[in-house]
């Protein structure tokens, strides 16, 4: 693709929409990817939240154009997956689930060769992300640890200073300290409101102290994705003592009614609906993300 019609594709697009993922389709024997519809605005952190085998690995690697879709379209910054495929990679970061790096090879090695693959490539962001994760440059990829292999993904995910990062489960198995340390990054990196990230994890608690979206796959099918501040004011769980809330109970916004010896407990996914309609005493109380995702999918995150 010439550098006039990238340009003229990226500036026709909605600047304010990183990447737009429409009708996504891919089919196994024993698992289905079923009409997956997300978009992930500038400026943003979205959490792609699901637990293993729900699909988000599927998703990545079909944006990525590591597997062939059946169906669907995929665009970043306006440009069309695989059409604009090298466009679209140079303004994209990477890591998958495993992290692609040539175990032989030493850090500085890593990024010599993949310099020449970006022309954006900014080697002071490399140099201070270097320092500030203190990721040696002469050991081989095949001495470091899991943390440090996941970091120093990062750091050539972001060398080429992409508008959005999609990263698989970049925090799955690393130490409490390590998981700040690139949640942390991620957070300095939209800074820059025009740039954004999409991280799927099955870590409620990663999800919630950072995210501004939450999308929720399960069983290959996305149970909606919305901004995370509204989406956990119209969930509630709804308490209603014994006896004072049976006409509460009665109402067809309440799901997963249950009895408790002190009276009822329930919840609702519109509660601002609920709360002018529903008669007798009740109270309500904020779910966390982590019970959200609990009661919506039936497993527990971590």
């Known amino acids: 693709m010439n550098t006039d019609r990238r340009e003229k594709t990226m500036n026709n697009h909605d600047e304010r929409t990183l990447l737009e993922v429409n009708g996504l389709t891919k089919s196994y024997l024993d698992f289905q990817l079923r009409d997956v519809n997300i978009q992930v605005p500038a400026g943003t952190i979205m959490g792609f939240l699901g637990r293993n085998g729900a699909g988000k ?180 769980r709804i308490v209603i003592p014994g006896n004072g809330g049976g006409k509460a109970v009665e109402t067809p916004l309440l799901f997963n009614c249950q009895s408790t010896m002190g009276g009822y407990v329930g919840y609702t996914d519109r509660f601002d609906r609920f709360q002018k309609v529903a008669s007798g005493k009740w109270r309500s109380e904020r779910l966390t993300l982590e019970e959200l995702f609990v009661l919506l999918t039936g497993r527990k995150g971590e």
């Open 57 to 236: 690995s599927t998703m990545m690697k079909a944006i990525m154009d590591l597997i062939k879709r059946d169906e669907g379209d995929i665009r970043v910054l306006g440009m069309s997956m695989p059409e604009e495929e090298v466009a679209v990679k140079e303004q994209v970061g990477y890591v998958g689930d495993t992290p692609l790096l040539n175990n032989a090879w030493t850090m500085e090695r890593t990024l010599s060769f993949a310099r020449h693959f970006y022309p954006n490539w900014d080697q002071e962001a490399v140099d201070r992300n270097l320092e500030r994760f203190q990721v040696p440059f002469d050991k081989k990829i095949s001495e470091l640890s899991k943390g440090m292999k996941v970091k120093a993904s990062l750091i050539l995910a972001m060398a080429h200073q992409p508008k959005l990062l999609l990263l698989d489960e970049p925090t799955s198995g690393l130490d409490p300290v390590v998981r700040t340390e690139v949640l942390e990054l991620l957070l300095d990196f939209v800074q820059d409101e025009s740039r954004g990230v999409l991280f799927s994890s099955h870590i409620t608690s990663d999800v919630e102290k950072i995210a501004d979206w939450v999308t929720v796959i399960n069983d290959g099918e996305i149970l909606f994705s919305e901004d995370k501040e509204s989406l956990l004011d119209r969930y509630r």
